[in-house]
């Protein structure tokens, strides 16, 4: 196994990765690389399509088909993620404030 560090420098310098792992997805958004996601139904799939859904990235699910992808608009999706920030924040204060 790679260590944290190494697993998570891969990640940021590479040029695509294919993931079924929800972290490795999370990591491919946070340094913005380009992705496809393998669910793995064991793994909890419904948390990679929510997220992807919500970020506008429902493409990025790879479905037994043929695959044209793409380039992942980031400055897009790090709009929605602002948005889920804020709502998550909001979220936190409401919830520790009570």
């Not at 196994?1 to 420098?9: A, E, G, H, P, T």
């Not at 491919?28 to 506008?56: H, K, M, P, T, Y």
């Not at 695959?67 to 979220?91: C, G, M, N, W």
Request: net charge negative; with cysteine; aromatic share 14%.
């Amino acid at each position: 196994y790679l260590s944290v560090n190494d697993w998570l420098n891969r990640i940021a310098s590479a040029d695509f990765v294919l993931t079924d792992s929800f972290h490795g997805m999370v990591f491919a958004i946070i340094f913005r690389r380009q992705f496809l996601v393998v669910c793995n139904v064991e793994r909890g799939r419904s948390r990679f399509l929510s997220l992807l859904s919500f970020l506008g990235l429902d493409d990025r699910v790879y479905r037994e088909c043929d695959i044209t992808l793409a380039p992942i608009d980031y400055d897009d999706v790090e709009k929605r993620l602002s948005s889920l920030r804020q709502s998550s924040y909001k979220f936190l204060e409401r919830a520790l404030c009570e």
